[in-house]
């Protein structure tokens, strides 16, 4: 069993950085790929980064290519995601989520592991 637990979400103004944490527990975290998905309100949920359990494949979508990065400390069982460049259409509930495999995958029910989100809203 893995929990996770989002921080460093909040307010920003457009072209300005935040980096999200995704802290987690069990030992088994660090053989487990991760992703960040992000949901919008009245929208569906998306998916903006994976990487896999050593750290050293990483994927973002088109959308937030070259602003976002991911990446993972597993000697502290957490991962990161490095925005830059916010926009306000980044405005969303961020998450965290973990699968028990080692690669990640851009699909949401891959993943049986979710934190309870952190808020990021960039003003224009």
């Known amino acids: 069993q893995v929990q996770l637990v989002e921080s460093g979400g909040g307010l920003v103004q457009a072209g300005g950085s935040l980096r999200l944490s995704c802290a987690a527990s069990?030992?088994?975290?660090?053989?487990?790929?991760a992703g960040w998905f992000r949901q919008a309100a009245g929208k569906e949920r998306e998916f903006v980064a994976g990487i896999s359990w050593s750290g050293d494949t990483t994927y973002s979508p088109d959308s937030v290519k070259g602003r976002f990065t991911i990446s993972r400390d597993n000697a502290k069982n957490t991962v990161y995601l490095q925005m830059n460049s916010l926009k306000p259409e980044d405005t969303a509930v961020y998450y965290c989520?973990?699968?028990?495999?080692?690669?990640?995958?851009?699909?949401?029910?891959?993943?049986?592991?979710w934190g309870q989100g952190t808020q990021v809203t960039v003003s224009s």
């Open positions: 069990g030992r088994a975290f660090s053989a487990y790929a």
């Open positions: 989520a973990t699968r028990s495999r080692g690669t990640y995958s851009r699909e949401i029910n891959e993943y049986a592991y």
